[in-house]
């Protein structure tokens, strides 16, 4: 745990049984964590620090981790992709791709219009468009094979960006159709490693640090790191 102000601090380390892959805030002083092989783990914050109160046992190795419409989304690598009831503790897995046979080998997942998500996959496995309407049978209905192994996604709109060393960007306003429209190269770093949106800006985690990059005009400009 950090405390955030002008100079960041670590206040707390907790121990999650695993490698902690995706952190997300789920309210109510909750902590979700994708903790690799450690399983989908629950922290109750408390004061400075937290204590683990549950943990969903996974045989695969959990990756990315989301929240959506009520629903926690896991890329579990070679599980595919899991689907758990948010509301309840322990989470209820209520859907997903057990069984994997989508065959993704998912790393992380991020959220279209309506009922699709846009799935990052590992492996050379390039860029996914699911349907999510029936939580319990998600079908890939678009996929873009040019695209290397996927680390990161994020989404907006009818445009999809694809962390995988450079970010490409992906027009996915026909979905069954993905096209890549172009890369994002910016002027700084190239391998992004993970990505994030916000107000016209796309936020790179590169391998040498955090680029900023402007969106508003043709040309995506870097404009801070």
Known sequence: ???????????????????????????????????GFGGLVTVQLQGAGGDVVDRVESQDYLDGLRRHAGHLFVAANYGGIRIFDASALPPLEVGGDPLNNNQLI???IAFGDGDLAYVAATYHQGFHVVDLSDLSDPQTVGSLDTIDAGAA?????????????????????TPDLPVLDRWLQGDGPRAATDVALDAGFAYLSTDVGLAVVDLSGPDPTTVGS
């Open 1 to 35: 745990l950090l405390t955030l102000s002008e100079t960041l601090s670590i206040t707390a380390s907790i121990d999650v049984g695993g490698t902690a892959e995706a952190v997300l805030h789920d309210g109510a002083g909750q902590v979700r964590v994708a903790a």
């Open 153 to 173: 996604m994020a989404a907006e709109g009818d445009t999809a960006f694809f962390a995988a060393g450079a970010v490409a960007i992906v027009d996915v306003s």
């Open 106 to 108: 998912a790393k992380d």
